[in-house]
């Protein structure tokens, strides 16, 4: 559904984008990650056709952002990361206006917006102002809007900055009946563990240059080219992991063997796929290997390393 190839976009000799390329399947729940500066903003004003690419494209459901805009933005609901909403409104009005602005035709208008109203829970709060909404309502109100032409994509850029714990987890559930309604989802954020229950994949954009893209499962398992293995030994054979230790010690790839109760523990720098050659020399030697863990990254450690440093508040 969106489709994007080498997008570029330099501010002076500065690349706050450089040859990003990535996809995101329809029905996906996308999460785009990054520090502060990374060039996610960036990113989504070239997608949303508000900023022209200097170099490279992207497509969304098969329209190219650069030839054609007007369709693109029929086809995508983009929520920018500040608040602009007309205060002295009513959240009725607000809506109003913008069902007008997109050409809503007069017999639809009004259940289209009453629709909207009440996927997004402001069905009670129709007269009230603008200006007094929280900054939770706020958003939802802006969500609202981006929904009026039920767009297939939605492009939301850091949606939950600056809501509490409550009015995010609130706006998680509506992202994801917002998905089961059969929306393609793009979203953005620089924390990780705020995403990472929600999405079905992931992008990680540092520096202007993505890191790393997949499913959250996939980036786990690239990741796991460094992890903690423990080789759990026989019970009543505490004698051997002596023995045990001395043979993984001399294994490329196996790093800090540590003796611990009824096991070893071992980093081991390979592929998941390739741990059955740390296990064969020691049943090859008859050690009686009962059980063996892998502790797997969460997101957040994974992150941490793809990002090292750069990070500013
Ligand atoms: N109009 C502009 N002129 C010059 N530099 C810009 C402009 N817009 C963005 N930049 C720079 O490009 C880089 C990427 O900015 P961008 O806003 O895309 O980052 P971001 O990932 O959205 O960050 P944040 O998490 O803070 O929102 C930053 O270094 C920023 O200073
Ligand atoms: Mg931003």
Request: glycine share 8%; with cysteine.
């Amino acid at each position: 559904m969106i489709c994007v190839r080498n997008l570029t976009k330099q501010f002076g000799n500065f690349y706050a984008v450089n040859k990003v390329s990535f996809d995101v399947a329809a029905g996906e729940i996308f999460g785009f990650i990054g520090p502060n500066g990374a060039g996610k903003t960036t990113t989504i004003r070239m997608l949303a056709t508000l900023l022209e690419p200097d170099d490279g494209t992207a497509w969304i459901d098969g329209l190219c952002i650069r030839t054609k805009q007007q369709e693109v933005r029929r086809k995508i609901g983009y929520m920018p990361d500040y608040f602009g909403v007309y205060e002295g409104v009513t959240v009725w009005e607000y809506l109003d206006f913008f069902a007008r602005a997109y050409r809503i035709p007069v017999k639809s208008r009004n259940r289209i917006i009453e629709d909207c109203m009440a996927l997004t829970d402001f069905s009670k709060l129709r007269e009230k102002l603008v200006a007094s909404l929280s900054k939770g309502m706020a958003q939802r109100l802006c969500l609202a809007k981006t929904l009026l032409h039920d767009p297939k994509v939605l492009i939301l850029d850091e949606p939950t900055s600056g809501l509490d714990p409550r009015a995010r987890i609130e706006f998680r559930s509506l992202i994801k009946e917002l998905s089961n309604m059969g929306k393609t989802i793009f979203i953005s954020s620089h924390i990780l563990t705020e995403l990472s229950e929600c999405v079905t994949s992931i992008g990680i954009i540092e520096k202007g240059e993505m890191v790393v893209s997949g499913s959250p499962q996939e980036i786990a398992r690239k990741m796991s080219s460094s992890a903690t293995l423990r080789i759990m030994i026989g019970i009543h054979q505490g004698r051997r992991l002596a023995e045990a230790a001395q043979i993984l010690k001399d294994l490329p790839k196996v790093q800090h063997v540590q003796e611990k109760q009824l096991g070893l523990e071992i980093e081991y720098q390979g592929q998941a796929e390739e741990v059955y050659l740390v296990l064969k020399p020691l049943v090859m030697a008859d050690i009686p290997v009962v059980s063996v863990e892998q502790s797997t990254q969460n997101l957040e450690n994974i992150f941490m390393n793809l990002t090292k440093g750069g990070l500013e508040e």
